[in-house]
């Protein structure tokens, strides 16, 4: 396994910043940002993405593909209880307000 990924944005390396430059004299590119694996990225979108950035430019390049690969063709529905309540104290006392309770 190994510790790092690339960034899954094909447009990243297309991106001029200072952190994706490599290479000495004339020899410099732009490359593809690393991404470290680390517990903030654990299980993350952004283990596969460097930024927000080249999060969006992926979503947008992509959506039909992603959009097709999990087709949602009726809504879900979770049932609920809602239950009011009536504050009891402070300055909103008497005041009434609802919760949602999933059952």
């Not at 990924?5 to 690393?34: A, F, M, Y």
């Not at 470290?36 to 039909?64: A, D, M, P, S």
Request: aromatic residues 12%; proline residues 3%; glycine residues 4%.
């Amino acid at each position: 396994m190994t510790d790092y990924n690339w960034c899954h944005n094909p447009d990243c390396h297309t991106i001029e910043t200072q952190s994706r430059v490599r290479g000495t004299g004339d020899n410099k590119v732009l490359r593809t940002v690393k991404i470290k694996e680390t517990k903030w990225n654990e299980g993350h979108i952004f283990r596969y993405f460097c930024n927000q950035n080249c999060l969006f430019q992926f979503l947008n390049k992509f959506v039909q593909q992603i959009a097709s690969t999990y087709s949602v063709k009726k809504p879900s529905e979770t049932p609920i209880k809602i239950t009011t309540h009536t504050y009891d104290m402070g300055y909103r006392e008497g005041q009434t307000y609802k919760t949602i309770n999933v059952k």
